[in-house]
């Protein structure tokens, strides 16, 4: 079975662009989070979607979004980028909601300028 | 105070010595979670449990839900084991039902 993709891989962007970062769940998998990893803050949770709802969300401000489509693949999107979104950002996916394992993808490294 | 603490932030070891991480919690959990972090990025979960022991391979998982507490051990450690490990708490956490909340991992590297 083919693992969680995640593209693209790299972006560089300008602040006040914004970014659209796509993200494939494993195969069966019905549960989508997604995930920012900074060196100060460390993995904060961004939101988690499930049969193409969003279930639940972080706390991150509304310029932080997100969708799941019928086939379980889910994007994410951050508006008027500032240079403190510059991260590592994660999905996983899982079988279900809650208690199961999650799968994590490669991650999409995004630099702001 | 965060609500998941791991400690120590960084462990060298020599190889072969036998490692342990400890993480605290202090919120009510579903599960809790171990994940392993190469450079690079690249997350993989090693255990998830919510009572007792896990085994894999070298790798050993505790988890005491009294005390909110739990700890991960290598045994014989191996340079390739040299990686971040973080440890991830699901569960009612501050409203929500199903998010991971993280520790700040520990960096550790094993010398030959």
């Known amino acids: 079975k083919a693992g969680v993709t995640q593209t693209p891989r790299y972006l560089i962007k300008t602040r006040g662009q914004q970014v659209t970062l796509s993200c494939s769940p494993i195969?069966?998998?019905?549960?989508v989070s997604w995930y920012q990893q900074t060196p100060g803050q460390g993995l904060q949770f961004l939101f988690e979607?499930?049969?193409?709802?969003?279930?639940n969300k972080g706390n991150f401000p509304g310029r932080f979004s997100g969708r799941q489509f019928s086939n379980s693949r889910s994007e994410m999107n951050v508006s008027t980028l500032e240079l403190g979104d510059s991260a590592l950002y994660l999905c996983?996916?899982?079988?279900?909601?809650?208690?199961?394992?999650?799968?994590f993808g490669p991650g999409t490294r995004l630099t702001v300028t | 105070k965060n609500e998941v603490e791991q400690s120590p932030q960084n462990l060298t070891a020599q190889e072969g010595e036998f490692i342990t991480i400890n993480c605290s919690y202090s919120v009510g959990i579903s599960a809790l979670h171990w994940l392993q972090q190469h450079p690079g990025g690249g997350i993989v979960s090693l255990f998830m449990l919510s009572s007792g022991k896990k085994k894999h391979g070298r790798l050993i998982a505790t988890i005491n839900i009294q005390e909110k507490h739990s700890s991960l051990h290598i045994t014989a450690s191996h340079p390739r084991d040299s990686a971040v490990y973080i440890c991830?708490?699901?569960?009612?956490?501050?409203?929500?039902?199903?998010?991971?909340?993280f520790g700040k991992g520990t960096l550790l590297t094993v010398n030959p």
């Open positions: 991830a708490v699901s569960g009612d956490s501050g409203g929500s039902n199903y998010k991971l909340t």
């Open positions: 996983a996916s899982s079988l279900e909601l809650d208690y199961y394992e999650q799968y």
């Open positions: 979607y499930f049969s193409e709802t969003q279930r």
């Open positions: 195969s069966g998998h019905r549960s």
